[in-house]
T-cell receptor
Framework: GAGVSQSPRYKVAKRGQDVALRCDPI?????LFWYQQALGQGPEFLTY????????KSGLPSDRFFAERPEGSVSTLKIQRTQQEDSAVYLC?????????????FGPGTRLTVL | GQQVMQIPQYQHVQEGEDFTTYCNSS?????IQWYKQRPGGHPVFLIQ?????EVKKQKRLTFQFGEAKKNSSLHITATQTTDVGTYFC???????????FGKGTRLHILP
């Protein structure tokens, strides 16, 4: 594929609903990252995968957030019992090798609005 | 915890003027990256700096990494309307650490 793709692009959820956000990284990219970007802020790290292994999930704000990448390619970020403070753009990024010394290619993001 | 701070938060310049954004870390960094995000878009990688005192140029853009590897700057010469967007620095403390983004500097160009 040409780049990182994310779906859906926009998601509106009622408070308390569960949502699942999908990321398709660039084919062959080993590393995958999830970020949360609030309006007017920089991306905030959520979690990082190297292939199927989740090596760092220190940025996940609560146990309502869960991410997986079972086959080392597509990843899903799941948010359970959404709250209004979860409203943000969720960005996925991938890079060719491991975390250091490599540019990250970002997807277009999923804009989540929790009512 | 590690923090990456950027100033200024906003900058308005006349087209043709120069622009500089500064990035400071509370801790020594192993490397720093710069990204540009156009309005409504996603961050796009510009460059990575690794060595102490490193200076890199990309056409009208000049990137510097401080001697102590705790600060960095991006300078744009003779801004153009295509330079509009938010510029983020992103630092990494150790090779296995997550990348910490600054809050960005939003550049507006006045025609």
């Amino acid at each position: 594929g040409a780049g990182v793709s994310q779906s859906p692009r926009y998601k509106v959820a009622k408070r308390g609903q569960d949502v699942a956000l999908r990321c398709d990284p660039i084919s062959g990219h080993v590393s995958l990252f999830w970020y949360q970007q609030a309006l007017g802020q920089g991306p905030e790290f959520l979690t990082y995968f190297q292939n199927e292994a989740q090596l760092d999930k220190s940025g996940l704000p609560s146990d309502r957030f869960f991410a997986e990448r079972p086959e080392g390619s597509v990843s899903t970020l799941k948010i359970q019992r959404t709250q209004q403070e979860d409203s943000a753009v969720y960005l996925c990024a991938s890079s060719l090798v491991q975390i250091i010394y490599n540019e990250q290619f970002f997807g277009p993001g999923t804009r989540l609005t929790v009512l | 915890g590690q923090q990456v701070m950027q100033i200024p938060q906003y900058q308005h310049v006349q087209e043709g003027e120069d622009f500089t954004t500064y990035c400071n870390s509370s801790t020594t960094l192993s490397n720093i990256q710069w990204y540009k995000q156009r309005p409504g878009g996603h961050p796009v990688f510009l460059i990575q700096l690794v060595k102490s005192g490193e200076v890199k140029k990309q056409k009208r853009l000049t990137f510097q990494f401080g001697e102590a590897k705790k600060n960095s700057s991006l300078h744009i010469t003779a801004t153009q309307t295509t330079d509009v967007g938010t510029y983020f620095c992103a630092g990494q403390m150790n090779r296995d650490d997550k990348i910490i983004f600054g809050k960005g500097t939003r550049l507006h160009i006045l025609p």
